[in-house]
């Protein structure tokens, strides 16, 4: 299995400067945020020159690009900046065979707007008709520009739990409808133990098995304040549980480190190696 790197997680930089470290730091390839990661871009109305110098800095370091984020909330209050957002998805996945990548990311947001954190409404039948409405058009625009959309559910946003991110997929799914899991996004201050993060690893992949193309990987701790990441192997995961897992059921997915701290990151590279090696 191969290990990536959530870009931005080194700070924004230049491409061809961002690219190196990236080989440097012995990982496969990269999750790319365009606008989080890059030095000087917006990743609105793309020039197709921009992107394909982008890219290229990627492809010179023998770099893959797992997953491109365009993430965004498609129930903020300001509708405004959701079409703007919409637009800036469709051109992702207009661009995204430049950078040899299947997959443009996005989670499903929040009532709390740019807070992306719990709101009652959240879990409700509008929000999850809502999120539906404009995911279905993303996929259909995805199917016309041959790419695919990857759907990233948490405990704070629409998408709450496994059961209700696998209900959105079946819904809109034309071929091109793929998800992103992050165990930690679907934990709280209430349920994070190792029995909990079991269940979730276990119903994710009982229900969307063969959608699930990206794994987040992050680790935690409790001590100085509620779900703090550390480097991988340093907390409370169960990561061997969860390498175990998408070893035996999703052996081709993308390992794609998020939030890990930069000084951690060799540590954890070697980490996740060992246990795919176990």
């Keep these: 299995m191969k290990i990536f790197v959530r870009a931005q997680d080194l700070g924004k930089k230049d491409e061809i400067t961002l690219a190196k470290e990236i080989k440097a730091l012995g ?18 109305d793309m020039d197709e020159d921009r992107v394909k110098a982008i890219a290229k ?15 965004f909330n498609p129930v903020h209050s300001n509708k405004d900046l959701v079409l703007k957002n919409i637009k800036k ?3 992702h996945l207009k661009y995204a065979h430049l950078f040899d990548c299947k997959y443009i990311g996005s989670e ?8 992306w954190t719990y709101n009652p409404k959240n879990r409700t039948e509008e929000a999850y008709q ?8 993303l ?7 041959n790419s695919n959309l990857a759907i990233e559910g948490a405990s704070g946003h629409c998408m709450y739990c496994p059961k209700q991110l ?39 992949i009982a229900l969307m098995k063969d959608k699930i193309k990206n794994i987040h990987l992050k680790d935690f701790t409790m001590d100085k304040e509620p779900l703090l990441k550390v480097g991988l192997g340093e907390g ?36 996740i190696r060992k246990l795919l090696n176990d």
């Design 27 to 44: 990982f496969d390839g990269l999750q790319l945020a365009i606008n989080k990661a890059i030095v000087g871009e917006t990743a609105y």
């Design 57 to 71: 800095a990627f492809k010179d370091q023998d770099l893959e690009i797992a997953l491109i984020g365009a993430y």
């Design 89 to 91: 998805y469709k051109e």
């Design 108 to 115: 499903t947001g929040s009532f709390n707007d740019d807070k």
């Design 130 to 137: 809502e999120v539906k409405r404009i995911f279905n058009e």
């Design 139 to 145: 996929a259909i625009y995805a199917k016309e520009v």
């Design 166 to 204: 696998k209900r959105l997929v079946d819904e809109i799914d034309n071929g091109h409808v793929f998800v992103t899991l992050d165990v930690y996004n679907f934990l709280d201050n209430d349920h994070y133990d190792k029995e909990y993060q079991h269940h979730v690893v276990d119903e994710a």
């Design 236 to 271: 409370m995961m169960d990561l061997p549980y969860i390498i175990a897992k998408v070893k035996e059921n999703i052996p081709d997915a993308n390992l794609i480190f998020e939030g890990v701290p930069k000084e951690s990151m060799e540590s954890s590279i070697n980490y």
